[in-house]
Nanobody, 125 residues
Framework: QGHLVESGGGSVHPGGSLTLSCEGS????????MAWFRQVPGQEREGVAA???????RYADFVQGRFKVTQDTSKNSLTLVMNGLKPEDTAMYYC???????????????????WGQGTLVTVSE
């Protein structure tokens, strides 16, 4: 059974940058769909960026060109570089994986069956 571990969260000022990393283990193939989600207490989990091998990543509208996601199929890893962070980006960020190879990687949570424990991102003055 696969396992995902996130790292890289922290506290930054508005306009700052963070890089989140997700490392997968226990998967027999790297041809998986992976994604980053975020969640604020009391709100639903929302998709941030999704990727599949050899495809064009998808981003939520609120990303507005500030984030970049990179997938390494040899390691089942997913990296999210976040620039221009805003206070509204404050959330717990989760890595997710689906063994299904989606042509259009989903930004909703239902297709993903493996989740990491999350890493906290705080953006404040």
């Amino acid at each position: 059974q696969g396992h995902l571990v996130e790292s890289g969260g922290g506290s930054v000022h508005p306009g700052g940058s963070l890089t989140l990393s997700c490392e997968g283990s226990g998967y027999t193939s790297g041809r998986n769909t992976m994604a980053w989600f975020r969640q604020v207490p009391g709100q639903e989990r929302e998709g941030v960026a999704a990727s599949r091998p050899g495809g064009t990543p998808r981003y939520a509208d609120f990303v507005q060109g500030r984030f970049k996601v990179t997938q390494d199929t040899s390691k089942n890893s997913l990296t999210l570089v976040m620039n221009g962070l805003k206070p509204e980006d404050t959330a717990m960020y989760y890595c997710a994986l689906s063994l299904i190879y989606y042509n259009r990687p989903p930004l909703d949570a239902k297709p993903y069956h493996d989740w990491g424990q999350g890493t906290l991102v705080t953006v404040s003055e």
